[in-house]
């Protein structure tokens, strides 16, 4: 098994060799934009579903 995580693990190393490194990007309120998002996507997914639960009968307003 080990030989096999050896041949695996050079083969990785060898599609890499060529490929240029990329500079690490330094993002300034990552974390409060990825939350504001979320947020965002869950409120479109809830709306999404109680649309479809009030096409199908299946919510009351209230």
Do not use: S
């Not at 490194?21 to 996507?41: H, M, S, W």
């Amino acid at each position: 098994m080990n030989h096999l995580r050896n041949f695996l693990d050079g083969f990785a190393q060898a599609i890499n060799w060529g490929a240029p490194q990329r500079a690490y990007q330094v993002t300034r309120g990552g974390f409060r934009r990825d939350q504001e998002k979320l947020r965002g996507d869950v409120k479109r997914v809830g709306q999404n579903l109680q649309q479809a639960a009030k096409r199908h009968g299946k919510v009351t307003e209230g």
